[in-house]
C-alpha cells in the first residue's frame, strides 16, 4: 500500500456510538485527557467489569478534535492466544497487505507521521503482541498515541499504566439521613448510586430512588465494589425483584447476576463468566495463591501471604513474584501504606470467586486454620509489645495498633471459623484474651460482646479454667464500656472466682475495677472502697502500671460521682502521671477526660474544654472511639454551656455518629439526650420534647440500664420551659411520641434538622402520659421545703400531713431526680431559681 494511499484511508475514525447513558468518572476522564498531552502509550489496567472500555472510548471522543488522522477503535475481546494483531489493526484501518512484504512494515509506513489516536481494546489476550506493536508504533511515528485497556500492563517502555478504580460509593454519612435530601446527595456524590438508578429506570419504568430503598440501594453497591458490570446487572433486574429483594440475594451474586447482554463477547455477559475468563488466563501458581488469599478478608500483608499461603506446590519466597502477577493482572488490589507496610485486597466478587475455587481445591480446612492460628500470633505479639519490660515506647506500639485496625475483619473471620467450623472456642477466646487492650481501648464493643457470650456460653468442660476466667473479666470490661451494669456483674463475679484460683492477679484487678463500677451505680460506696483497694492490691502483684492506671481513673470516677473534686482531682492526677511516664496514649486521655470532668464540677469551663481537646489530640493516630466519644461529647456540652449553639451541634452530631457506628446505645442514648438540650436551647421545644422521650426509651430498653445521677433533674431542666411554652397536654403527647421511636427512627431524627410531620402524633401503642420524670405539684411544693433545709417532720407539720406521707414523698423526689441526697435536690431547686 502507498502512502498516498494511506493517507487517503487514515481519515475519521470507528468510534463506535455509546449503547446508553454514561455515567460518573468526571474526574477521571479529565486525568486522562491531560495525561494524553503527555504520555504516548496509556494503558487502562482494571479488573473484568470495572469499566475500562466505557472510559477508553469516552476519553478518545472527547479528544478526538485533536487528532485529524481521527480515533480508532481494535476490538480485541475475542482474540485468542496465537492470533495476530497487526491484522486487526489493519482492517480497522483500511491498511491492505502488500506483496513481499511484513504487513507489520505497511502498517507503520502508513501511520508514519499521521497524528491519530489508536484505542486498543481488551489486549489481555494478544499482550505480548500488542507490547511489540506498540513498541514499534512509539519508536517510528512521533505524532500517534495509543490508549490500551487491559487487565495487566503491556510493560512495554514508554507506557503510563493507570488503573481504573471502581466507581465511587457513597461516603460515610451520605445515606444515613433517611431524608429526600438525603437521596439527593447520594446521587450527586455516589456514581455508583447513579449508574445503579439509570439503569434500573431503564429497566422499569416505575423504578425511583426514595428514602424507603435508598439504604438497599447503597449496600447493593458497596456488596458489589461499585463495579460497573456487576451493577449494570443487578439493576436490570428491577425489572422483575424489589432492590431489596436483589440487596438480600446478592450473597449469591454468580447465580443471581446471570443475564446480562446477549450481544456482548461471552465472558462479558455474565458476572461468573467475566471472573472465570480472568482465572483461566492464569498460570498455576497464580491460580494456587489467588484462591489461598480468599482466607483474607478485608485484607493482607505481604507477610500474613507468605506466613499463611505458602507450602504445597507455592514456596514462601515465590509468593511476592506471584503476588505481583496478580496485581499486575489486577486480580489484587495494592493499597495505600499502613503502619509502613503495603496493603492488599481483592474487590469482594473476586474473593467470593476465589473462596469457590479454594472450597473445590480441598484445601480450605488447612488454610483458614494456618490464617487463624497466624492471627493468633499477631495477637500475641502485640500483646507481648505491650506489657514487655523494658517498657515499649508509643512510637512502638502505635504502628501495631494501626495495622491492627487494618485487620479487624480477619479477627472476626478467624473467631468465626474457629467457633462455626473447628469447633474450637478456646483458640477463639485466646484471640480476643490476646486483644483485650485494642478492644477495650479501642472501644471495639461490636461484636466483640456477641462472640464472647457465644463463646462463654460453650460447656465449662471445653474450656480451660484460666481462659474461662480471662475471657468473663474481658466479657466484664466490654459490658462496662457499653453502661450494661447488669452484664458486667454476672461476668465479673464469675471472673473473681476463676481467676483467684488460676493466680490472674492481672484480669482479677480488672474484673474487681468493674464491679467497682457497678458499685458505684448501686450507690453503694462502702463496697467501692473495698473493691478498688483489692484492685489496686492484684494490679500491683503483677506490677502493671498500665492497668494501675485504670484503677486510679476508676478512684478518680468514684470521687467524683460523690462530689469529692479535689479527691478526684488527686486520682486523675496520679493516673495522668503514670501514663506520661508510661508514653500510654490510651491511659493518659482517660486521666484527661476525668480531669475534663472535674473541672466541669468546679464550672471551670476553659479548663475543661483544654482537657478535652489535648485528649483528643493524643488519640488522633488510633482508634479508641471511647475516648473520642466522651470527648466530643464534652466539646460539644461545653460550647452549648456557653451559648456557641453550631459548634455544639457539629461536636454532637460527631460524637452520635461514633457512637453508632461502634454499637454503643448508651453512648446513643446519651447523646441525644444532649442534642435535646441543644434543641430547647434553640428554642425548638417540640423537637427536644421528642428527643428527651427517646432518649429516656433507649435507656429503658437496655437489659439492666441504670439510670445516671441526676438523670431526671436534666430531664426537669428540659422539660420545665417547654411545658410553659407548649402546655402539659401537648409536651405529654410529644414526649410519647419520642417514646414510640425505634432507636435507629430516633437517631434519624437527631441526625435530621426538619420537624416531622404532625400526624405521628395520633398514637397507639401507649396511652399519652407525662414523663415519670414529671415531678407532681406536691412533690414541688416539698422539693422547694427541702431547699430551705426542713426535715422530714418540718415538711410534715408545714403541709398537715403524716411523717410517714412526707418521707415518701421525699423517697420520690430522690428516685425522679435521681439523687441520693436531699443537699442534692436542696442545691437543684436553688440553682432553678424557684420561689
Same mark, same amino acid.
Given at each position: 500500500?502507498?502512502?498516498?494511499?494511506?493517507?487517503?484511508?487514515?481519515?475519521?475514525?470507528?468510534?463506535?456510538?455509546?449503547?446508553?447513558?454514561?455515567?460518573?468518572?468526571?474526574?477521571?476522564?479529565?486525568?486522562?485527557?491531560?495525561?494524553?498531552?503527555?504520555?504516548?502509550?496509556?494503558?487502562?489496567?482494571?479488573?473484568?467489569?470495572?469499566?475500562?472500555?466505557?472510559?477508553?472510548?469516552?476519553? +478518545?471522543?472527547?479528544?478526538?478534535?485533536?487528532?485529524?488522522?481521527?480515533?480508532?477503535?481494535?476490538?480485541? %475481546?475475542?482474540?485468542?492466544?496465537?492470533?495476530?494483531?497487526?491484522?486487526?489493526?489493519?482492517?480497522?484501518?483500511?491498511?491492505?497487505?502488500?506483496?513481499?512484504?511484513?504487513?507489520?512494515?505497511?502498517?507503520?509506513?502508513?501511520?508514519?507521521?499521521?497524528?491519530?489516536?489508536?484505542?486498543?481494546?481488551?489486549?489481555?489476550?494478544?499482550?505480548?503482541?500488542?507490547?511489540?506493536?506498540?513498541?514499534?508504533?512509539?519508536?517510528?511515528?512521533?505524532?500517534?498515541?495509543?490508549?490500551?485497556?487491559?487487565?495487566?500492563?503491556?510493560?512495554?517502555?514508554?507506557?503510563?499504566?493507570?488503573?481504573?478504580?471502581?466507581?465511587?460509593?457513597?461516603?460515610?454519612?451520605?445515606?444515613?439521613?433517611?431524608?429526600?435530601?438525603?437521596?439527593?446527595?447520594?446521587?450527586?456524590?455516589?456514581?455508583?448510586?447513579?449508574?445503579?438508578?439509570?439503569?434500573?429506570?431503564?429497566?422499569?419504568?416505575?423504578?425511583?430512588?426514595?428514602?424507603?430503598?435508598?439504604?438497599?440501594?447503597?449496600?447493593?453497591?458497596? %456488596?458489589?465494589?461499585?463495579?460497573?458490570?456487576?451493577?449494570?446487572?443487578?439493576?436490570?433486574?428491577?425489572?422483575?425483584?424489589?432492590?431489596?429483594?436483589?440487596?438480600?440475594?446478592?450473597?449469591?451474586?454468580?447465580?443471581?447476576?446471570?443475564?446480562?447482554?446477549?450481544?456482548?463477547?461471552?465472558?462479558?455477559?455474565?458476572?461468573?463468566?467475566?471472573?472465570?475468563?480472568?482465572?483461566?488466563? #492464569?498460570?498455576?501458581?497464580?491460580?494456587?495463591?489467588?484462591?489461598?488469599? +480468599?482466607?483474607?478478608?478485608?485484607?493482607?500483608?505481604?507477610?500474613?501471604?507468605?506466613?499463611?499461603?505458602?507450602?504445597?506446590?507455592?514456596?514462601?519466597?515465590?509468593?511476592?513474584?506471584?503476588?505481583?502477577?496478580?496485581?499486575?493482572?489486577?486480580?489484587?488490589?495494592?493499597?495505600?501504606?499502613?503502619?509502613?507496610?503495603?496493603?492488599?485486597?481483592?474487590?469482594?466478587?473476586?474473593?467470593?470467586?476465589?473462596?469457590?475455587?479454594?472450597?473445590?481445591?480441598?484445601?480450605?480446612?488447612?488454610?483458614?486454620?494456618?490464617?487463624?492460628?497466624?492471627?493468633?500470633?499477631?495477637?500475641?505479639?502485640?500483646?507481648?509489645?505491650?506489657?514487655?519490660?523494658?517498657?515499649?515506647?508509643?512510637?512502638?506500639?502505635?504502628?501495631?495498633?494501626?495495622?491492627?485496625?487494618?485487620?479487624?475483619?480477619?479477627?472476626?473471620?478467624?473467631?468465626?471459623?474457629?467457633?462455626?467450623?473447628?469447633?474450637?472456642?478456646?483458640?477463639?477466646?485466646?484471640?480476643?484474651?490476646?486483644?483485650?487492650?485494642?478492644?477495650?481501648?479501642?472501644?471495639?464493643?461490636?461484636?466483640?460482646?456477641?462472640?464472647?457470650?457465644?463463646?462463654?456460653?460453650?460447656?465449662?468442660?471445653?474450656?480451660?479454667?484460666?481462659?474461662?476466667?480471662?475471657?468473663?473479666?474481658?466479657?466484664?470490661?466490654?459490658?462496662?464500656?457499653?453502661?450494661?451494669?447488669?452484664?458486667?456483674? @454476672?461476668?465479673?463475679?464469675?471472673?473473681?472466682?476463676?481467676?483467684?484460683?488460676?493466680?490472674?492477679?492481672?484480669?482479677?484487678?480488672?474484673?474487681?475495677?468493674?464491679?467497682?463500677?457497678?458499685? @458505684?451505680?448501686?450507690?453503694?460506696?462502702?463496697?467501692?472502697?473495698?473493691?478498688?483497694?483489692?484492685?489496686?492490691?492484684?494490679?500491683?502483684?503483677?506490677?502493671?502500671?498500665?492497668?494501675?492506671?485504670?484503677?486510679?481513673?476508676?478512684?478518680?470516677?468514684?470521687?467524683?460521682?460523690?462530689?469529692?473534686?479535689?479527691?478526684?482531682?488527686?486520682?486523675?492526677?496520679?493516673?495522668?502521671?503514670?501514663?506520661?511516664?508510661?508514653?500510654?496514649?490510651?491511659?493518659?486521655?482517660? %486521666?484527661?477526660?476525668?480531669?475534663?470532668?472535674?473541672?466541669?464540677?468546679?464550672?471551670?469551663?476553659?479548663?475543661?474544654?483544654?482537657?478535652?481537646?489535648?485528649?483528643?489530640?493524643?488519640?488522633?493516630?488510633?482508634?479508641?472511639?471511647?475516648?473520642?466519644?466522651?470527648?466530643?461529647?464534652?466539646?460539644?456540652?461545653?460550647?452549648? +454551656?456557653?451559648?456557641?449553639?453550631?459548634?455544639?451541634?457539629?461536636?454532637?452530631?460527631?460524637?452520635?455518629?461514633?457512637?453508632?457506628?461502634?454499637?454503643?446505645?448508651?453512648?446513643?442514648?446519651?447523646?441525644?439526650?444532649?442534642?435535646?438540650?441543644?434543641?430547647?436551647?434553640?428554642?425548638?421545644?417540640?423537637?427536644?420534647?421528642?428527643?428527651?422521650?427517646?432518649?429516656?426509651?433507649?435507656?429503658?430498653?437496655?437489659?439492666?440500664?441504670?439510670?445516671?445521677?441526676?438523670?431526671?433533674?436534666?430531664?426537669?431542666?428540659?422539660?420545665?420551659?417547654?411545658?410553659?411554652?407548649?402546655?402539659?397536654?401537648?409536651?405529654?403527647?410529644?414526649?410519647?411520641?419520642?417514646?414510640?421511636?425505634?432507636?435507629?427512627?430516633?437517631?434519624?431524627?437527631?441526625?435530621?434538622?426538619?420537624?416531622?410531620?404532625?400526624?405521628?402524633?395520633?398514637?397507639?401503642?401507649?396511652?399519652?402520659?407525662?414523663?415519670?420524670?414529671?415531678?407532681?405539684?406536691?412533690?414541688?411544693?416539698?422539693?422547694? #421545703?427541702?431547699?430551705?433545709?426542713?426535715?422530714?417532720?418540718?415538711?410534715?407539720?408545714?403541709?398537715?400531713?403524716?411523717?410517714?406521707?412526707?418521707?415518701?414523698?421525699?423517697?420520690?423526689?430522690?428516685?425522679?431526680?435521681?439523687?441520693?441526697?436531699?443537699?442534692?435536690?436542696?442545691?437543684?431547686?436553688?440553682?432553678?431559681?424557684?420561689?
Amino acid at each position: 500500500m502507498t502512502q498516498d494511499t494511506a493517507h487517503a484511508s487514515l481519515t475519521g475514525g470507528n468510534l463506535p456510538l455509546e449503547p446508553n447513558g454514561f455515567v460518573g468518572r468526571e474526574a477521571d476522564v479529565e486525568e486522562l485527557i491531560d495525561l494524553l498531552g503527555v504520555a504516548r502509550v496509556v494503558t487502562l489496567c482494571g479488573a473484568g467489569g470495572i469499566g475500562k472500555s466505557r472510559l477508553a472510548v469516552r476519553v +478518545a471522543r472527547q479528544v478526538a478534535e485533536d487528532f485529524p488522522g481521527g480515533v480508532w477503535l481494535v476490538e480485541l %475481546a475475542d482474540a485468542v492466544r496465537g492470533d495476530q494483531i497487526e491484522p486487526r489493526v489493519a482492517a480497522v484501518l483500511g491498511v491492505k497487505a502488500e506483496p513481499s512484504r511484513a504487513l507489520a512494515d505497511t502498517l507503520i509506513d502508513a501511520l508514519g507521521d499521521r497524528r491519530l489516536l489508536l484505542v486498543m481494546d481488551n489486549c489481555e489476550s494478544l499482550i505480548e503482541e500488542a507490547a511489540r506493536f506498540c513498541r514499534a508504533v512509539l519508536t517510528v511515528c512521533p505524532d500517534v498515541r495509543v490508549i490500551t485497556t487491559s487487565r495487566e500492563p503491556l510493560r512495554v517502555a514508554g507506557e503510563t499504566v493507570w488503573r481504573v478504580p471502581p466507581l465511587t460509593l457513597p461516603r460515610g454519612g451520605d445515606h444515613d439521613l433517611g431524608t429526600g435530601e438525603a437521596v439527593h446527595l447520594l446521587l450527586n456524590t455516589s456514581e455508583a448510586v447513579r449508574l445503579f438508578a439509570d439503569r434500573a429506570t431503564a429497566a422499569s419504568r416505575a423504578f425511583s430512588v426514595t428514602e424507603q430503598n435508598a439504604a438497599d440501594i447503597v449496600g447493593l453497591c458497596e %456488596a458489589l465494589d461499585g463495579m460497573p458490570l456487576a451493577i449494570e446487572l443487578a439493576a436490570a433486574l428491577c425489572r422483575v425483584l424489589t432492590v431489596e429483594q436483589i440487596n438480600a440475594r446478592i450473597r449469591d451474586r454468580f447465580r443471581l447476576l446471570s443475564a446480562g447482554d446477549r450481544t456482548a463477547p461471552a465472558r462479558q455477559q455474565t458476572l461468573r463468566a467475566t471472573v472465570d475468563w480472568s482465572y483461566q488466563q #492464569l498460570n498455576e501458581p497464580e491460580r494456587i495463591l489467588l484462591r489461598r488469599l +480468599a482466607v483474607f478478608t478485608g485484607g493482607w500483608t505481604l507477610d500474613m501471604a507468605e506466613q499463611v499461603c505458602a507450602g504445597n506446590a507455592l514456596w514462601a519466597e515465590d509468593v511476592l513474584g506471584v503476588l505481583c502477577d496478580l496485581v499486575d493482572k489486577s486480580l489484587v488490589l495494592a493499597e495505600a501504606q499502613v503502619a509502613g507496610e503495603t496493603r492488599y485486597r481483592m474487590l469482594e466478587t473476586i474473593r467470593e470467586y476465589a473462596v469457590e475455587q479454594l472450597d473445590a481445591s480441598g484445601e480450605e480446612p488447612e488454610f483458614r486454620r494456618l490464617h487463624r492460628d497466624h492471627m493468633i500470633e499477631v495477637a500475641a505479639r502485640i500483646h507481648r509489645t505491650i506489657v514487655r519490660r523494658p517498657r515499649p515506647t508509643w512510637p512502638e506500639i502505635c504502628p501495631m495498633l494501626v495495622m491492627l485496625d487494618e485487620l479487624q475483619a480477619n479477627v472476626w473471620a478467624a473467631v468465626r471459623w474457629s467457633v462455626e467450623s473447628a469447633g474450637d472456642p478456646e483458640s477463639a477466646l485466646r484471640l480476643l484474651v490476646l486483644l483485650r487492650w485494642p478492644i477495650i481501648a479501642g472501644g471495639r464493643f461490636t461484636p466483640a460482646d456477641k462472640w464472647l457470650d457465644r463463646l462463654l456460653d460453650a460447656a465449662p468442660e471445653e474450656l480451660t479454667p484460666c481462659v474461662r476466667g480471662d475471657a468473663l473479666a474481658l466479657r466484664g470490661q466490654v459490658a462496662f464500656g457499653q453502661g450494661d451494669p447488669d452484664t458486667a456483674q @454476672i461476668a465479673c463475679t464469675a471472673a473473681v472466682g476463676l481467676c483467684r484460683e488460676a493466680g490472674l492477679y492481672g484480669p482479677l484487678s480488672g474484673a474487681l475495677a468493674i464491679l467497682a463500677w457497678v458499685a @458505684i451505680y448501686q450507690r453503694r460506696p462502702e463496697r467501692v472502697r473495698s473493691l478498688l483497694d483489692e484492685a489496686l492490691e492484684a494490679v500491683r502483684t503483677v506490677d502493671d502500671p498500665w492497668h494501675e492506671t485504670v484503677i486510679r481513673s476508676m478512684e478518680g470516677t468514684f470521687a467524683l460521682s460523690e462530689g469529692r473534686a479535689k479527691e478526684s482531682q488527686r486520682s486523675f492526677e496520679a493516673a495522668l502521671a503514670i501514663a506520661h511516664e508510661l508514653d500510654n496514649h490510651w491511659a493518659a486521655p482517660v %486521666a484527661l477526660i476525668g480531669l475534663a470532668q472535674v473541672a466541669w464540677l468546679r464550672g471551670d469551663l476553659v479548663e475543661a474544654r483544654v482537657r478535652y481537646e489535648r485528649a483528643l489530640d493524643m488519640l488522633q493516630d488510633i482508634t479508641a472511639h471511647w475516648q473520642a466519644i466522651t470527648c466530643l461529647s464534652g466539646l460539644g456540652r461545653i460550647a452549648l +454551656a456557653q451559648g456557641d449553639l453550631p459548634t455544639a451541634r457539629v461536636r454532637l452530631i460527631e460524637s452520635l455518629r461514633l457512637c453508632i457506628g461502634t454499637g454503643q446505645r448508651l453512648g446513643v442514648a446519651r447523646r441525644i439526650e444532649t442534642l435535646a438540650q441543644l434543641a430547647l436551647a434553640e428554642e425548638d421545644d417540640r423537637r427536644a420534647v421528642r428527643l428527651a422521650g427517646a432518649s429516656a426509651a433507649i435507656r429503658s430498653a437496655m437489659s439492666g440500664a441504670v439510670l445516671p445521677p441526676g438523670f431526671g433533674a436534666r430531664m426537669e431542666e428540659l422539660l420545665q420551659p417547654a411545658r410553659a411554652r407548649l402546655g402539659d397536654a401537648l409536651v405529654a403527647q410529644l414526649w410519647a411520641h419520642g417514646q414510640e421511636m425505634s432507636q435507629e427512627q430516633a437517631v434519624r431524627y437527631a441526625l435530621q434538622f426538619d420537624e416531622p410531620s404532625e400526624a405521628p402524633l395520633l398514637l397507639g401503642k401507649h396511652p399519652v402520659a407525662a414523663p415519670l420524670t414529671t415531678l407532681t405539684c406536691r412533690e414541688w411544693e416539698i422539693a422547694e #421545703l427541702i431547699a430551705r433545709g426542713m426535715s422530714n417532720k418540718a415538711i410534715a407539720d408545714e403541709l398537715v400531713i403524716s411523717p410517714a406521707t412526707a418521707a415518701r414523698h421525699v423517697a420520690n423526689i430522690l428516685g425522679k431526680l435521681g439523687f441520693s441526697s436531699r443537699t442534692q435536690v436542696a442545691t437543684w431547686v436553688i440553682e432553678q431559681n424557684r420561689p
